[in-house]
């Protein structure tokens, strides 16, 4: 990693269980030696992308990260313009529905509801980057995503989140093809333990995956009934979606979503 991208990794360790960070944490979450760690942290701090608690000493997230976000936000209003249709699909299905833009090798949540009908649900932590191999989101993003995505991440290797997660590379590609000729990704506890999913790709204006939409359920709660109810219902809000955010789904996955409806 160059010295830019060694800077930013460093804000991708907070969540919303962990808003606060020192510098000891953040040298053994990223592995970086202590001086490069706390140069890092005081350019971050110098430009608004951290504060510093003058009480605690730890970092947190500064003032840049908001306006930033608020450009982004007027500029290419995407939460605001797919959270009525998530919002419906959870509604539809009463489970938790989210869509992830791809950040790189991994997945950025943009927005996120659960219909709130279940004592039993799903966690889903925002600021959590969801990696590839491992998620629904992720297998649908390698199979309709950026030709050279999944070549890349077979380069690295792939990290287990639970006892299902896929870690043999000959497997992962031969998942993807699936997916690639399904049109749609499921994954059984890949990326949390007694949780399934199932995602679809959405599109921007070029024949490549921008981002995913993906419903999350537990695994006692994802019935064959329940799994058909998604297959029909996800491609069709994958399509609204994309033609939201301006985009086209290819004529070939379209076909494959009409042939399996």
């Known amino acids: 990693m160059g010295t830019i991208t060694k800077a930013l990794s460093l804000l991708n360790h907070f969540s919303a269980s962990r808003s606060e960070i020192g510098l000891t944490e953040f040298r053994n979450l990223s592995g970086q030696d202590k001086a490069t760690v706390h140069r890092h942290l005081t350019e971050l701090t110098a430009n608004g992308f951290l504060e510093q608690n003058p009480g605690t000493k730890g970092y947190r997230l500064g003032p840049a990260i908001l306006r930033l976000a608020a450009v982004r936000e007027r500029l290419f209003p995407a939460r605001r313009l797919v959270a009525p249709l998530v919002e419906q699909l959870a509604g539809e299905l ?78 992962l590609k031969q998942t993807v093809e699936q997916v690639r000729n399904d049109g749609i990704a499921f994954i059984d506890q890949g990326f949390e333990e007694h949780v399934s999913s199932f995602a ?62």
């Open 94 to 171: 009463g489970e938790l529905v989210h869509v992830s833009l791809r950040e790189g090798n991994h997945l950025s949540p943009l927005y996120h509801h659960d219909a709130l009908i279940h004592g039993t649900r799903v966690y889903f932590d925002e600021a959590e980057l969801l990696p590839l191999h491992a998620t629904a989101s992720g297998l649908a993003m390698l199979a309709f995503g950026p030709i050279d995505l999944l070549p890349k991440l077979l380069k690295t290797k792939l990290k287990p989140s639970t006892g299902y997660t896929i870690t043999d590379t000959e497997l």
């Open 200 to 261: 679809s790709p959405i599109f921007g204006d070029l024949p490549e995956a921008v981002g995913t939409i993906a419903v999350a359920a537990p695994t006692v709660r994802m019935t064959d009934e329940l799994k058909a109810k998604i297959r029909i219902s996800l491609p069709i809000a994958a399509t609204e979606v994309t033609e939201k955010l301006g985009g086209v789904v290819p004529v070939d996955l379209r076909r494959i979503w009409r042939d399996a409806a």
